[in-house]
């Protein structure tokens, strides 16, 4: 078969690394176009993938008036943007790959799936975590019964500290009034793997939590409102001067490092530090999505999930325990232990994969969810794709659901 053409719109970090992982596997495709706005990301992608300089824009809009020209499309633009480029080049006829998550809002998100539909284009989301070794181990056992049948799951995300301080207080998901809730943001992810998990509808949710700590009422006494200027800066675990200069320190020079700017050296990233938004304070910001939440779950026949996301922990991988029948599971994203309640024997199994860029990480999720949708293109054939536009609705419509829970304290219905 032929290597699929693709169009990237949006070329900062997840866009660039899908782009990456073609260049690099140019039998499975081929990034023939990009709509990029920053001049530095959209000329170091058209030279890496070779871009004729016709299929170049500054703004997805001027793609978008094009006749069709490739394939497939990816948009990984920044999450309230996801809309108007996806109904348009759905109504192009492209094969669609949408960045998680599909739109900030219920209405948005429906309109997406609403013209997927009408155009009959292949179109999946970026629910990584499904496609991983670990995720298709742990279903495969699950549904042959090992467990018998699941009555009830736990599972915690361990965002980390500085994960938090980097993406959800300085960064781009820190105000939900330019991205979405940190639920949609961030946990999108897991409602839509406890649900793939679980294979039942969820039916109803309570939530609870709140933006406890990155708050100017804890900035402690002394402290500026930027790191480079304050005098407390050695006793804060948040500090951007040990979050980026001291990874730089060490030889990193990859994410988060190179969030802050091209100029991944002393003198770039400290410049970055003093005049972009990632040398703020974490007390001293403009963030508002919540840093800690905890969602329960009601799904079909019965059963019951929890899940707890929280700033306040390692960065690490998630973990989760599994409650059936007949057994019990524990995972950590790539090790699973499975007791059996009859021998009371437990069986361990490694699926851990290693690597550290943009296409390796999520356990390897984000390689094989590309592998798996231009596989889907190339052959024309859905089943390849585990996420979407039924399931991405369905799980968003959980995360939806979750938020208004926990604005009004009260138990929502899904859907």
């Known amino acids: ?240 001067r040990k979050i980026y200069l001291g990874r730089l320190a060490k030889g990193h020079t990859g994410w988060p490092v190179d969030v802050l700017t091209y100029d991944v050296t002393v003198e770039g990233v400290t410049e970055a530090l003093r005049s972009g938004p990632y040398g703020r304070c974490v007390y001293a910001c403009d963030n508002d999505v919540v840093d800690h939440q905890v969602v329960n779950m009601e799904f079909d026949g019965g059963r019951s999930a929890t899940f707890t996301m929280t700033a306040f922990s390692d960065v690490g991988g998630r973990k989760t325990r599994i409650f059936g029948t007949r057994g019990q599971i524990e995972g950590d994203g790539s090790k699973i232990e499975h007791f059996d309640f009859l021998t009371q024997a437990t069986e361990v199994i490694d699926t851990k994969t290693t690597g550290s860029t943009i296409t390796s990480g999520h356990g390897g999720g984000d390689s094989r969810l590309m592998e798996s949708f231009l596989d889907a293109v190339a052959g024309n054939d859905p089943t390849k794709i585990l996420s979407g536009p039924d399931e991405t609705l369905e799980s968003h419509l959980m995360v939806f659901a979750a938020e208004r829970a926990r604005r009004d304290g009260t138990v929502v219905e899904v859907g």
Not at 97 to 123: H, Y
């Open 1 to 240: 078969m032929e290597p699929v053409k693709l169009l990237v719109i949006g070329g900062g970090g997840r866009g660039s690394g899908y782009a990456n992982f073609v260049t690099k596997h140019p039998d499975l495709g081929k990034v023939v176009g990009l709509a990029e706005p920053r001049d530095e990301y959209r000329d170091v992608l058209v030279k890496s993938c070779g871009i004729a300089p016709e299929n170049v824009f500054t703004d997805w809009r001027q793609a978008a008036r094009r006749e069709k020209f490739a394939d497939a499309v990816i948009i990984s633009t920044c999450d309230a943007l996801h809309a108007d480029p996806a109904v348009a080049f759905a109504e192009k006829g492209y094969a669609m790959l949408l960045e998680k998550p599909m739109a900030p809002d219920e209405a948005a998100s429906r309109r997406i799936v609403q013209a997927v539909k009408d155009n009959g284009v292949l179109f999946a989301v970026c629910h990584v975590m499904r496609y991983t070794d670990y995720t298709q181990t742990l279903k495969g056992l699950l549904d042959s019964g090992v467990i018998g049948e699941i009555v009830s799951v736990q599972h915690l995300e361990p965002v980390g500290w500085w994960h938090q301080a980097h993406s959800f207080v300085r960064g781009n998901w820190g105000n939900e009034g330019t991205s979405s809730s940190m639920l949609l943001a961030k946990s999108c992810h897991d409602l839509d793997w406890l649900r793939y998990i679980m294979g039942v509808p969820c039916k109803r949710v309570s939530s609870f939590g709140s933006l406890y700590h990155f708050r100017k009422e804890c900035q402690p006494a002394g402290a500026s409102d930027r790191c480079l200027d304050c005098g407390v800066e050695p006793d804060c675990p948040y500090s951007a």
